[in-house]
């Protein structure tokens, strides 16, 4: 059994190290990866310190990690869509049953028995659990794997695994495009990349922000408009007048705010995960007949279309590319809010440890 060099985290109290992993020999229907970029989700964080452990509790050692890009380094005999030398990408799925109606209708990520990139019981039996994209290779099957169009930066498409799909996903499915009037709640990873989806679909976009130096960057990204949502004279003027708002903040915050803010039967989508639960008047929703959702990342054919509506667009997150060896230093300042608005790693500096 194959070794990778990787990073991981022993306890939610330690910081990453370099470690060695275990990867499983390619069979049949597997695609053998080098990773060359692999981006930083908050989803990561979370992880690998534990912090949702009511619900997904983290399994020791961990190596996060599922915005995941580079080349094909070998192919099992049954693959067909893939050759050594191709660009691909893999998301936040390796795995899942193919069999429940879930996966029979492309909602893979909906699967009961979906396997998550890292700290999902290793199908394979590789390791207790899966491990992610921290290394310096992974091995899929290609079921689960995409192509990445030539025509996008590679170390820029990378967050486009986790936060494009988070983010086209229920955009797509709010019926987002021309002549529609679309709030995108928060400007960090995911809501950056709302920002530059929903108005490459045609829509009105407007950004809510509490932070009033965000305005600016918002425009640049995209955003017609920018409501600071601590102003009640600027939200009264909007009120009621959205069709899809996008929610991609993960701290608590008023939802009922933005329930008022839509139209009737307008939707309000969330994407952020809190770990506190929300607050919801029923009034809110029943007047109106407003609608509130949630949406997990998407399967992997809607997946593959998001990239390729990425490269027809141009689209990309904005990175910033650093070596593993700060990914402390880089955890730290995702805290802290301080990157605009992806970390990116460039997984060849593993080989310098």
Known sequence: MPNAKAYAVENAA???????????????????IEIQYCGICHSDLHTARDEWASVMPT??????????????TKVGD?????????????GCLVGSDRSCACCHSDLEQLCPNSVFTYNSPDPHGTAPVTYGGYSESIVVDEHF???????????AAAPLLCAGIT????????DVGPGRKVGIVGLGGLGHMGVKIAKAMGAHVVVFTRTPSKAEDAKRLGADEVILSTDEDQMAQHAGSFHFILDCVSARHDINMYLGMLAHDGELSLVGAPEEPFEVSAFALLFGRKKLSGSLIGGIAETQEMLDFCGEHGIVSDVEVIPIQQLNEAYERLVNGDVKYRFSIDMSSIQQD
């Not at 399994?59 to 094909?72: A, D, M, R, T």
């Not at 049954?78 to 893999?90: L, P």
């Not at 192509?147 to 170390?155: D, G, I, K």
């Open 14 to 32: 330690t910081p990453f190290g370099s470690t060695t992993i275990p990867r499983r020999e390619v069979t049949d229907r597997d695609v053998e």
């Open 59 to 72: 399994v020791y050692p961990c190596v996060p990690g599922h915005e995941i890009v580079g080349k094909v």
């Open 78 to 90: 049954q693959v067909s869509k893939f050759k050594v030398g191709d660009a691909v990408g893999v």
């Open 145 to 155: 794997v995409l192509s990445v169009p030539e025509n996008l930066e590679l170390a």
């Open 167 to 174: 983010t086209y996903s229920p955009l797509k499915r709010g």
